[in-house]
């Protein structure tokens, strides 16, 4: 691993958003994502295949032969990560490319941004579309005190026992509380929320955002007990407040 010397002229790291779906790029991200892809060859990725997609759909002129990826993914061993960097010490930038969205943020990118940070690189965040902060703007819920809690867990009583104690913080702390859960298991989380949930708690269900599908509701989990809703594969946020 190189270490950033005092005086050295090094690269940056630019967190690049990607669209939600398959959208045009470029209908949601602003034209400033388009300039700073065109002028970086070094990138850390979730996936190389989308990610070079990715990149020539915003910059179809883009040399492909000439970028450098990087994978960043559930299979990268902690002690890879910091030689990820290793072309900021040579002055290159390097961008990194969520799957969907903006890195960092339930992203792995988070732990480059922390080595980066570590080795005193200049990190650069891009504005782009984020799920959970467009699901919390649209909610009606309160956006002054919200938690992100990431994915549910996958065993069904534990899962029931986060919903529960998610509710009390919600309504002990005025806290609006944000979850995700894989979309083939959308319709499953659905019934089992309003089952589990007091029928005056407040569900809303953001699913498809920025995409022509698009659907965001709000309504108390005794009315969407009384909804058929089919969110099966769909990408979707939940928000609760009690």
């Given at each position: 691993?190189?270490?950033?010397?005092?005086?050295?002229?090094?690269?940056?790291?630019?967190?690049?958003?990607?669209?939600?779906?398959?959208?045009?790029?470029?209908?949601?991200?602003?034209?400033?994502?388009?300039?700073?892809?065109?002028?970086?060859?070094?990138?850390?990725?979730?996936?190389?295949?989308?990610?070079?997609r990715f990149i020539k759909r915003v910059s179809p002129s883009k040399s492909q032969p000439e970028l450098h990826l990087q994978s960043l993914n559930k299979y990268t061993k902690p002690e890879e990560?910091?030689?990820?960097?290793?072309?900021?010490?040579?002055?290159?930038?390097?961008?990194?490319?969520?799957?969907?969205?903006?890195?960092?943020?339930?992203?792995?990118?988070?732990?480059?941004?922390?080595?980066?940070?570590?080795?005193?690189?200049?990190?650069?965040?891009?504005?782009?579309?984020?799920?959970?902060?467009?699901?919390?703007?649209?909610?009606?819920?309160?956006?002054?005190?919200?938690?992100?809690?990431?994915?549910?867990?996958?065993?069904?009583?534990?899962?029931?026992?986060?919903?529960?104690?998610?509710?009390?913080?919600?309504?002990?702390?005025?806290?609006?509380?944000?979850?995700?859960?894989?979309?083939?298991?959308?319709?499953?989380?659905?019934?089992?929320?309003?089952?589990?949930?007091?029928?005056?708690?407040?569900?809303?269900?953001?699913?498809?955002?920025?995409?022509?599908?698009?659907?965001?509701?709000?309504?108390?989990?005794?009315?969407?007990?009384?909804?058929?809703?089919?969110?099966?594969?769909?990408?979707?946020?939940?928000?609760?407040?009690?």
């Amino acid at each position: 691993m190189e270490e950033v010397k005092p005086g050295l002229v090094v690269g940056k790291v630019y967190l690049i958003p990607t669209a939600l779906g398959d959208n045009a790029p470029l209908e949601v991200l602003p034209i400033s994502v388009k300039g700073t892809i065109e002028r970086i060859d070094h990138y850390i990725v979730e996936n190389e295949k989308t990610a070079r997609r990715f990149i020539k759909r915003v910059s179809p002129s883009k040399s492909q032969p000439e970028l450098h990826l990087q994978s960043l993914n559930k299979y990268t061993k902690p002690e890879e990560i910091p030689g990820f960097l290793d072309p900021c010490i040579h002055g290159h930038d390097i961008g990194i490319l969520s799957e969907a969205g903006c890195p960092g943020i339930a992203d792995p990118g988070a732990d480059v941004v922390r080595v980066a940070h570590e080795k005193r690189i200049q990190v650069v965040p891009l504005v782009g579309p984020s799920s959970i902060l467009m699901a919390m703007m649209s909610s009606g819920m309160n956006g002054q005190n919200f938690a992100f809690n990431g994915y549910l867990p996958i065993d069904n009583a534990e899962r029931k026992k986060m919903v529960k104690s998610l509710e009390r913080l919600s309504k002990d702390k005025g806290q609006s509380q944000i979850f995700m859960e894989t979309p083939y298991r959308n319709n499953k989380l659905v019934k089992e929320l309003v089952k589990t949930l007091q029928k005056s708690t407040r569900l809303c269900i953001a699913c498809d955002i920025t995409l022509p599908t698009e659907f965001i509701s709000t309504k108390s989990a005794h009315e969407w007990s009384e909804i058929e809703i089919d969110l099966d594969k769909r990408p979707t946020i939940y928000i609760i407040q009690a």
